[in-house]
């Protein structure tokens, strides 16, 4: 099994060369990784020199995700661990393990140059989360933090983090969630900008997907796998909408229609049947 070091040719060419896709989601899809691309871009001139400040956060994160999952069963001390969308600052590069520790982003080669200090702590993998190149089984824990609403199949990033888990492994998940109207409004983005209309609303068009909390429990519920730990953080993104002097439009549909509500998991993967 080869799960070592490996990148890919930088995406930023990918983004920059070639047609617009045609399809709404593909279109959306390429829009948050190039908006991805030049957020972490700007974040990165901020952050130099101030390292140390955003480490102790990391570390703070990765221990709060790390204490949870130690919750749902002990974490071998040489856990292979995988995370899928580990971004400018992820949770891998602080997750401790003797093991190996690798992390998956399409932008990972931009990435490991931009935040030198912290992304060469982990292997970086330059690919997409719907079609790993590990083979299964191949992992003691699995982390994904708030990627698949902004990928073009988030179904099948879900079901590749349980094909590349070990029978018994933990994984952490999370997504933001939305009421339901969200998605609606989206699909009607998608119609008339497939019809050649490029008007967009902004708190519409925000996500390449609008999840719903049953869509996502969904995804999660047609694996092998046990739910042991799940939060919808409804009340917290209602609670943080009333209590926010609103700025537009957007902010006051906050106070009626929840927005970015965590929705959080601590899975075990199921035993192949026969096994333990």
């Known amino acids: 099994m080869n799960i070592g070091r490996r990148t890919t040719s930088s995406a930023r060419g990918l983004l920059e060369s070639g047609p617009l896709p045609t399809n709404p989601v593909q279109r959306r899809a390429r829009r948050a990784l190039t908006r991805q691309l030049l957020y972490q871009t700007e974040k990165a001139a901020t952050v130099r020199g101030h390292e140390a400040d955003n480490i102790i956060r990391m570390k703070r994160r990765a221990e709060y995700v790390r204490d949870l999952l130690a919750h749902a069963r002990t974490i071998p001390p040489s856990a292979r661990i995988l995370e899928v969308g580990s971004g400018g600052r992820g949770l891998i590069f602080y997750f401790e393990s003797d093991g190996i520790r690798i992390g998956v ?32 089984a191949a992992f003691d824990v699995v982390l994904c933090e708030n990627v698949i609403d902004h990928a073009e199949k988030p179904a099948g990033i879900v079901a590749e983090l349980s094909r590349v888990l070990k029978p018994n492994g933990l994984l952490y998940f999370s997504v933001n969630v939305h009421h339901a109207v969200y998605r609606v409004a989206s699909s009607l983005h998608a119609a008339w900008n497939a ?15 609008h999840l719903t909390l049953d869509g996502a429990r969904r995804m999660l519920h047609s694996l092998p796998l046990r739910l042991v730990t799940e939060r919808d953080g409804i009340a917290n993104a209602r609670a943080a909408a009333r209590a926010t002097p609103p700025r537009h439009v957007g902010d006051r549909l906050k106070r009626l229609f929840f927005k970015n509500a965590r929705y959080e998991v601590v899975a075990v993967r199921e035993a192949e049947r026969g096994r333990r």
């Open 105 to 136: 982003d399409p932008l990972a080669v931009e990435f490991v140059h931009l935040f030198p200090v912290w992304q060469r702590r982990a292997a970086m993998c330059a690919a997409s989360g719907a079609a790993l190149p590990f083979e299964s």
């Open 195 to 209: 019809a050649g209309i490029p008007f967009e609303i902004g708190p519409f068009a925000d996500h390449t997907v």
